[in-house]
C-alpha cells in the first residue's frame, strides 16, 4: 500500500486554467504539508496543515489554496495558473520519531504550464 | 530565520570513492537534522537523522554528526555505489512537536561512475 500518494503524477495545461492535485495519507499522521520544488531541486514549503487546521502558509500567492478534508487528505487547488508555477508539487506527512518529526512524501506531481 | 547551506553540486565520484556533502545551519535554538535522499523520478526519503549535538546518525553506510559548535551535518560514506546516485538534501526541524516546519537545503546531486 503506498503511504502517501498524490494525483495526478502529470498535468499539463495552459495558462491562465484552475487546476487542483490531490493528496492522501493512510500512515495515520496528524500533519499534512504541500512542497513545491523547482526545476533546480529547491524545495519551498508552501503549506501545513495539522489535524485539519492551517499552521503554516508561508508566502505563496493566494491563487494556492489549500483544502483538508480530514487530516488524512490534503488538496492544493491553483487558480489562473501562470507559466512560472510549472514545478514538482509534492505532498507529505509527518510523525514524531524518537525526537524527530520526520516526513514522508509523496512520488511528487509534476505541473507544466503552457 | 532558520536556514541550510550544503554545498553546490553536482558531485561526481567513481565507485568506492569516499564522499564527503558538506551542510551548515544557522537556527535558534536546538533544531533537528536531516539528511533525504530523492532517486530520480521519486519524492525524498529519509536517509538518516539526529536530534542534539554529538549524536550521529546512519543507515545504508552514510553517517553523519550533528556539530553545534560548527553548527554542521557534513553527510559522509566511506565507499559509494552507483546506485547511491541521487539528490541529497540537509534539513532541519525548527521545533520539538510534530508541528514543526522543516527547512530543506538547495541539495546535492551526487553521480557515481562505475
Known amino acids: 500500500d503506498t503511504a502517501v500518494s498524490q494525483t495526478p503524477k502529470y498535468l499539463v495545461t495552459q495558462m491562465g486554467n484552475d487546476k487542483s492535485i490531490k493528496c492522501e495519507q493512510n500512515l495515520g499522521h496528524d500533519t499534512m504539508y504541500w512542497y513545491k520544488q523547482d526545476s533546480k531541486k529547491f524545495l519551498k514549503i508552501m503549506f501545513s496543515y495539522n489535524n485539519k487546521e492551517l499552521i503554516i502558509n508561508e508566502t505563496v500567492p493566494n491563487r494556492f489554496s489549500p483544502k483538508s478534508p480530514d487530516k488524512a487528505h490534503l488538496n492544493l487547488h491553483i487558480n489562473s495558473l501562470e507559466l512560472g508555477d510549472s514545478a514538482v508539487y509534492f505532498c507529505?506527512?509527518?510523525?514524531?520519531?524518537?525526537?524527530?518529526?520526520?516526513?514522508?512524501f509523496g512520488a511528487g506531481s509534476r505541473l507544466t504550464v503552457l | 530565520g532558520d536556514s541550510v547551506t550544503q554545498m553546490e553540486g553536482p558531485v561526481t565520484l567513481s565507485e568506492e570513492a569516499f564522499l564527503t556533502i558538506n551542510c551548515t545551519y544557522t537556527?535558534?535554538?536546538?533544531?533537528?537534522l536531516f539528511w533525504y535522499v530523492q532517486y530520480p523520478g521519486e519524492g525524498l526519503q529519509l536517509l538518516l537523522k539526529?536530534?542534539?549535538?554529538?549524536d550521529k546518525g546512519s543507515n545504508k553506510g552514510f553517517e553523519a554528526t550533528y556539530r553545534k559548535e560548527t553548527t554542521s551535518f557534513h553527510l559522509e560514506k566511506g565507499s559509494v555505489q552507483v546506485s547511491d546516485s541521487a539528490v541529497y538534501f540537509c534539513a532541519l526541524s525548527d521545533q520539538g512537536s510534530s508541528a514543526s516546519k522543516i527547512i530543506f537545503g538547495s541539495g546535492t546531486r551526487l553521480s557515481i561512475r562505475p
Open positions: 507529505a506527512s509527518s510523525q514524531w520519531d524518537s525526537g524527530a518529526n520526520v516526513l514522508t
Open positions: 539526529a536530534t542534539k549535538a554529538d
Open positions: 537556527a535558534t535554538g536546538y533544531p533537528s
